[in-house]
């Protein structure tokens, strides 16, 4: 089992930064990728993720504005967030992907907040 809680959501105007910071405890050995999605009507929609050996991926919405980075040795992943638009806000959650014997788990937090609005 992993857990992962997620900090650093709020409100700030548009143009404005934000940085969400995510920690992951427990069978933290085996977490081979970690990431943020965002909520939206019907699924959790990808943001960012970055593996433990530091491969990035972004949706194309955020490339260039958004930067994915992980602490492994504290098991802690950054998402650094610039020039925030309105279309930014939502419930950011954080994942972690661990990879077991029996198989690949997914774990998320409880998310976090984030409003870009004037």
């Known amino acids: 089992q992993v857990q992962v809680v997620e900090s650093g959501g709020g409100l700030v105007q548009p143009g404005g930064s934000l940085r969400l910071s995510c920690a992951a405890s427990?069978?933290?050995?085996?977490?081979?990728?970690m990431g943020w999605a965002r909520q939206v009507p019907d699924r959790r929609a990808l943001v960012a993720a970055i593996t433990t050996d530091g491969r990035s991926n972004y949706d194309g919405s955020v490339r260039g504005r958004f930067t994915i980075s992980i602490d492994n040795a504290k098991k802690l992943v950054y998402l650094q967030m610039n020039n925030l638009r309105p279309e930014d806000t939502g419930v950011y959650y954080c994942?972690?992907?661990?990879?077991?014997?029996?198989?690949?788990?997914?774990?998320w937090g409880q998310g976090t907040q984030v409003t870009v609005s004037s």
């Open positions: 994942n972690a992907h661990s990879k077991f014997s029996d198989g690949d788990y997914d774990y």
């Open positions: 427990g069978s933290v050995f085996s977490i081979y990728a």
